[in-house]
């Protein structure tokens, strides 16, 4: 495993040298299916389906991190912590939500991790709520629901500190400049949610937009620290190594509405 110093060795464009990332090919040989940097690379395939490819190179993303000992927060992307929150010491401290690791097992789950169930019903209305899912356990998995219709969140994971305590680390990946807002509401509901249930007060946010212009507000009512990915920020947080694939898969899935 590679220490999480790699980002502080990468040039000034933020590239990670080559040789450093094919040490996450570093596996046993029964295992090279499961090669991080490989699954990276595929999941950029032009045979995938354009919005669900944005999921995948994310999830591919983080897990390759991962492989590499490298924390949740890449070295230069902006992290950004609500005036609002600014009452928890942990809330104030960015370089808290910094040092957070990915777990050292993490495995996959496409379970659904929340499901939305009908509480009250009328002729006229119906009334549904979001509710966790039975028999969640979050621990050491990585939540990328299957769900094509899965409520709140993308994917979903609990980060850990290493002076102790977890942090729930949320995600949206096709967020556009349309539904921005909505995602921002579920967001915040998937957070308040989740940390409710699990008693994991810390949250961070993960928020990827296409499309949208660097003007954009809606940013500014999310109740959590978060991470903005819009087009001006993704050299930042994919590093130079894969933005222009990840530039080519946006405009992939702007280009198909």
């Given amino acids: 495993m590679v220490p999480a110093i790699i980002?502080?060795?990468?040039?000034?464009?933020g590239a990670i040298p080559p040789a450093v990332m094919c040490l996450a090919f570093e596996v046993k040989l029964d295992d090279m299916v499961h090669h991080p940097l490989l699954s990276l690379?595929?999941?950029?395939?032009?045979y995938i389906n354009p919005y669900k490819q944005l999921e995948?190179?994310?999830k591919a993303y983080d897990?390759?991190?991962?492989?590499?000992?490298?924390?949740?927060?890449?070295?230069k992307a902006n992290l950004s912590i609500p005036f609002k929150e600014k009452g928890c010491k942990q809330f104030e401290d960015e370089a808290w939500y910094r040092a957070l690791v990915f777990p050292k097992e993490m495995n996959e789950s496409q379970d659904s991790l929340i499901v939305t169930v009908q509480v009250k019903a009328t002729a006229k209305k119906k009334m549904h709520c979001k509710s966790l899912c039975t028999g969640v356990n979050m621990t050491g998995c990585y939540?990328?629901?299957?769900?094509?219709?899965h409520p709140l969140i993308d994917r979903a994971f609990v980060a850990v500190h290493p002076n102790g305590g977890n942090c729930l680390v949320l995600a949206q990946d096709k967020v556009n400049a349309t539904t921005f807002s909505k995602a921002v509401t579920?967001?915040?509901?998937?957070?308040?949610?989740?940390?409710?249930?699990?008693?994991?007060?810390d949250v961070l946010v993960v928020v990827?937009?296409?499309?949208?212009?660097?003007k954009t507000k809606s940013q500014d009512q999310l109740n959590f620290p978060y991470i903005l990915v819009r087009s001006i920020e993704v050299d930042d947080f994919y590093s130079i190594n894969f933005a222009p694939m990840v530039r080519h898969a946006r405009e992939r899935a702007l280009l198909s509405k």
């Fill in 41 to 46: 690379l595929n999941a950029f395939s032009i």
């Fill in 63 to 75: 897990v390759f991190r991962q492989s590499l000992g490298l924390l949740v927060v890449p070295g």
């Fill in 143 to 149: 939540f990328h629901p299957s769900a094509a219709n």
């Fill in 186 to 201: 579920d967001l915040n509901e998937a957070a308040a949610l989740l940390a409710a249930k699990t008693g994991i007060r």
């Fill in 208 to 214: 990827n937009v296409i499309g949208a212009s660097d």
């Fill in 7 to 13: 980002e502080a060795i990468s040039d000034e464009a």
């Fill in 56 to 58: 995948l190179v994310s």
